[in-house]
């Protein structure tokens, strides 16, 4: 997850990706997503909208971690600019981790602000 944190705040699309299951489902605040093109879009316009944007992630843990599917929740801030004027926000995640052989994948993720 920290890895996944890290290609976040990279925002480099390709980086963020290699890190999501190519079937994965993102359920956000603004709608539900599903395989890595509509995902893409997704998060390109996040990416097109703020701007210097740093995510990050706390109070990590573990729900369940077994051989091949891990669970974890999450709180997760950003700060960036939109339209050139400093926002940040809040929320709560949760995601799905199913092991593949190129190794941990997130197959969900469901995102949702605290305002």
Not at 10 to 32: K, N
Request: net charge negative; charged share 20%; aromatic share 12%.
């Amino acid at each position: 997850m920290r890895e996944y944190e890290a290609a976040n705040s990279s925002r480099v699309l390709d980086r963020v990706l290699a890190h999501i299951s190519p079937e994965a489902s993102y359920w956000f605040s603004d709608g539900s997503y599903y395989g890595h093109e509509e995902i893409r879009v997704a998060l390109q316009n996040t990416f097109d909208t703020i701007q210097n944007e740093v995510y990050s992630i706390h109070d990590l843990a573990w729900v369940t971690v077994k051989s091949d599917i891990a669970v974890c929740r999450y709180h997760f801030s950003w700060i960036g600019l939109i339209n050139g004027q400093p926002r940040s926000g809040t929320g709560r995640g949760t995601n799905v981790l199913v092991r593949h052989k190129s190794g941990w994948l997130i197959e969900h993720e469901q995102l949702t602000s605290d305002g």
